[in-house]
């Protein structure tokens, strides 16, 4: 199985909901990744976790609270949202680098946010 | 830093040409490199990699070639099918993240 998965596929917030974006892969791996990718762009790294634990938080706005509640799930809570974090979500998990040797990350089909 | 403009570089290529998509990486200490495919509506997806101690590798129907030199990597298509139509991104293991290139939109007429 070399599949992530994330739910919802779409999701419309208002700017005072709190939501969840979950993420799951089945693949054993230790590594997982939250990026935020605007039309047009590239993805852009928000959260990295090792072992469950988190390593990396580029700069990321506190109303975006990530969870790693086991090896194979990955959550992003939302909260007081703006209108500019519209975007789509990625979750991704790969081999932890470089012991593995595998840098591969998979990546799951996105959140489509709509802030309203 | 923010990249400039809202339109991706775009490549149209007749189907069963070949087709050349350029990408110029940023830092000269990378060894990992990813070429991911990304169509409408759905996740990258990985297409090949190569590491920083080769100068090509080949997969079906796809061939990268890296230039450390110069810090620039190809990806070639052979023989370039409707279905290859997507967004491509390149992205440098760099050291402890992927950053991602600004893609390539390929499209392929009849």
């Known amino acids: 199985d070399t599949e992530v998965t994330q739910t919802p596929k779409h999701l419309v917030m208002g700017m005072t909901n709190k939501k969840s974006l979950k993420c799951e892969q089945h693949?054993?791996?230790?590594?997982m990744y939250w990026y935020k990718q605007k039309a047009k762009k590239p993805p852009e790294l928000m959260f990295v976790y090792s072992y469950e634990k988190l390593s990396i938080n580029e700069s990321v706005p506190s109303r975006f609270s990530p969870e790693c509640p086991n090896s194979s799930l990955l959550n992003l809570h939302l909260h007081a949202l703006q209108p500019e974090d519209s975007a789509l979500y990625l979750c991704?998990?790969?081999?932890?680098?470089?012991?593995?040797?595998?840098?591969?990350?998979?990546f799951g089909p996105g959140t489509r946010l709509t802030v309203t | 830093g923010e990249s400039v403009g809202l339109h991706l570089p775009t490549l149209s290529v007749q189907e069963g040409d070949n087709s050349i998509i350029n990408c110029a990486y940023s830092?000269?200490?990378?060894?990992?490199f990813i070429w991911y495919k990304q169509e409408s509506g759905k996740g990258p997806q990985f297409i090949i990699d190569?590491?920083?101690?080769?100068d090509k590798r080949q997969g079906q129907r796809v061939t990268v070639l890296l230039n450390k030199t110069v810090k620039h990597l190809s990806l070639q298509i052979a023989a370039t099918q409707p279905g290859d139509s997507a967004v491509y991104f390149c992205a440098e293991n760099s050291p402890d993240k992927l950053i991602f290139g600004t893609g390539t939109r390929l499209q392929v007429f009849p």
């Open positions: 190569i590491r920083s101690n080769m």
């Open positions: 991704a998990s790969s081999q932890i680098p470089p012991l593995a040797g595998e840098y591969e990350q998979y």
């Open positions: 830092n000269s200490a990378s060894d990992y």
């Open positions: 693949m054993g791996h230790r590594a």
